[in-house]
């Protein structure tokens, strides 16, 4: 384990980290890059810090803004809320990287018309269902739509190192083995800041 990391804060990267490092870092996330994050979660939380890190202008694009002063203590530039119609029309075109972190069915047509030109869309959320798209969203601008899971070993190496480096850690609720199904609730409720993690003292 990378000094600067305590084991109970590298579990939690080793899924969230790792997952929003991943594209981050393969689609050049850095100095002089836009980058939006779309939910501020598990995922989204860490893609926020990570992205922060990097050196790059962080936006998070969240359902509302009840989250938004989390957002900024995180790291981000910037914080837009999508249920606003006017939030796609003002930053139409603004972006080089857009890391859709939530699982929710989205309007995909309208994420990339938030990009700039040869920008990305990258999902690492996954919805159960079909996300359709208009092959004239990529068309127009040079569009990307991606996908990324998570990384091999030695990117997985590099993320923890990259975290202890620069004081990373995912944000977590430690709870009892007993209030996992009032934990579970929670995460349906989105009320999570940000990962639950289970004492493992308290199994059995």
């Not at 980058?35 to 893609?47: C, W």
């Not at 480096?165 to 989105?190: K, T």
Request: with cysteine; aromatic share 6%; proline share 4%.
């Amino acid at each position: 384990m990378p000094e600067g990391i305590d084991f109970a804060a590298a579990a939690p990267l080793l899924c969230a980290g790792i997952t929003t490092y991943s594209p981050l870092r393969h689609w050049g996330a850095g100095p002089g890059k836009k980058v939006a994050v779309v939910g501020l979660g598990g995922l989204g939380h860490m893609a926020v810090k990570i992205a922060h890190a990097m050196g790059a202008e962080v936006t998070v694009l969240s359902q509302s803004l009840k989250k938004q002063e989390d957002g900024l203590r995180l790291g981000a530039d910037h914080y837009h809320a999508t249920s606003d119609p006017d939030t796609f029309a003002r930053l139409a075109g603004r972006f080089d990287l857009i890391v859709n972190t939530v699982s929710a069915v989205i309007d995909v047509d309208a994420y990339l018309g938030l990009l700039a030109v040869d920008g990305t869309l990258v999902n690492v959320g996954a919805p159960t269902e079909p996300l359709s798209v208009n092959v004239f969203s990529l068309l127009n601008a040079r569009r990307s739509y991606a996908g990324s899971m998570i990384g091999g070993i030695a990117e997985t190496q590099e993320m923890l190192n990259f975290c202890a480096e620069h004081h990373l850690g995912a944000d977590i609720e430690l709870i009892p083995a007993d209030r996992i199904n009032e934990a579970y609730q929670r995460v349906l409720a989105s009320d999570v800041r940000y990962r639950f993690v289970i004492d493992i003292a308290t199994l059995g």
